[in-house]
């Protein structure tokens, strides 16, 4: 059970029609933004996030690939069950999926993509030159690094929220890696 209210009703009208937005996107209100939506300004930041995101440059197939490796690391259910449909939905096949979950990837350039957004989590952003130009040497421009970025942010927030707050899963499961 979470540990922050879920009940649509008791929050704002600011975030109740934010919740209208994205019970059209989904066909359903997905828990995490139930729980989110306690804050009108967190639940506008979220979902402005993963609109801005959803028209980028990376693809969506990548933005997926990148948070079920980070879900996993962060040991997050919730993300990882979501993002694994919607990364299916958005081209990805089931092995590509797991493979990713585990920071690997067929695609040399995918695979670069997840070892620079692992290696931002694993050591807090501390990364190197030389990562920043592996990422480029694999084809990526600076846009797309920052965009790469911008998808681990997100998925850092939305893991957080979802492990600290005890989100239950709505999604089909996925279980960890480790």
């Keep these: 059970m979470s540990r922050v209210n879920m009940n649509t009703e008791l929050v704002s009208e600011t975030s109740q029609q934010t919740l209208k937005q994205i019970h059209a996107a989904f066909g359903a209100t997905p828990n995490m933004f139930r729980v989110v939506a306690n804050s009108p300004a967190a639940l506008k930041s979220m979902w402005g996030s993963f609109g801005a995101l959803a028209g980028g440059t990376i693809g969506a197939k990548l933005g997926e690939q990148i948070a079920v490796a980070i879900a996993d690391r962060n040991r997050c259910e919730y993300c990882l069950a979501a993002h694994t449909v919607l990364g299916k939905k958005a081209g990805a096949s089931a092995e590509e ?82």
């Design 97 to 178: 999926m797991a493979s990713a979950q585990v920071g690997r990837a067929a695609d040399p350039k995918t695979a670069t993509a997840l070892a620079f957004a692992l290696k931002v989590v694993n050591e807090r952003a501390q990364v190197s030159a030389d990562d920043v130009a592996a990422l480029r040497a694999a084809g990526f421009t600076d846009e797309h690094v920052v965009e790469i970025m911008a998808h681990v942010a997100l998925n850092l927030f939305t893991n957080y929220v979802n492990v600290a707050f005890n989100v239950p899963v709505d999604f089909p499961a996925v279980a960890l890696s480790s």
